[in-house]
């Protein structure tokens, strides 16, 4: 299995960005997908989450300012965000779950696939 998360870049405060995660490697099967950030010193933390039939979540930190879509053709999962912050700056990461498929995890232990991370900048 593997993933590719890409979209990351540099964003000025109030601005948006989308990122993409496309899962290769086990057509066919159904999974959930998180979507995780990571700042240095710090673990990962849970952004958001979207089950195969499209059940999502949010955390407190994105909420009213990100949405997860998915485009289970295309094996696609995409995180539009909006009104971003400085304290949205952080590598994020996509994680697929195969066991869980209809409901996501919040943590990142409940992921065995990880795409690479991709580099978000808000500046101020």
């Known amino acids: 299995v593997q993933l590719q998360a890409s979209g990351g870049g540099l964003v000025q405060t109030g601005g948006s960005l989308r990122l993409s995660c496309e899962v290769s490697?086990?057509?066919?099967?159904?999974?959930?997908v998180g979507w995780f950030r990571q700042t240095p010193g710090n673990e990962r933390e849970f952004v958001a989450g979207?089950?195969?039939?499209?059940?999502?979540g949010y955390a407190d930190s994105v909420k009213g300012r990100a949405i997860i879509s998915r485009d289970n053709a295309a094996n696609t999962v995409n995180l539009q965000m909006i009104r971003m912050k400085p304290e949205d700056t952080a590598v994020y990461y996509c994680?697929?779950?195969?066991?869980?498929?209809?409901?996501?995890?919040?943590?990142?232990?409940?992921?065995?696939?990880w795409g690479q991370g991709t580099l978000v900048t808000v500046s101020s």
């Open positions: 994680a697929a779950d195969f066991v869980r498929t209809t409901i996501f995890g919040t943590s990142a232990r409940d992921y065995d696939y």
């Open positions: 490697g086990r057509s066919g099967n159904r999974y959930s």
């Open positions: 979207i089950g195969w039939s499209g059940r999502t």
